[in-house]
Nanobody
């Protein structure tokens, strides 16, 4: 069974940092591109970051460029989202994804004083 388990969310102050891991199982992880999405209350789910199967290509939505970094470790079958300089506008449920088919359960990130 294909599984994506994302975690690492929590409450953080503005300007703080969080690192979200997503552990994969049940498929050939190294052949799949991976992404992180987020959804805030009252808003559509949006693509945050993308990484190619080999890790050589990444893209980010404009609002997080320079603050967030996506990476992967194919040996550990894990993709990460490092979030720095967090803003209240980053508050959302974050989901890892593969090919818009497989999804993590979501992890809540709240940025507040």
């Amino acid at each position: 069974q294909v599984q994506l388990v994302d975690s690492g969310g929590g409450l953080v102050q503005p300007g703080g940092s969080l690192r979200l891991p997503c552990a994969a199982s049940g498929f050939t992880f190294s052949t799949y591109a991976m992404s992180w999405y987020r959804q805030a209350p009252g808003k559509e789910r949006e693509l945050v970051a993308f990484i190619s199967s080999g890790g050589g290509s990444t893209t980010y939505t404009d609002s997080v460029k320079g603050r967030f970094t996506i990476s992967r470790d194919n040996a550990k079958k894990t993709v990460y989202l490092q979030m720095n300089s967090l803003k209240p506008e980053d508050t959302a449920v974050y989901y890892c994804n593969s090919r818009y088919i497989y999804w993590g359960q979501g992890t809540q990130v709240t940025v507040s004083s």
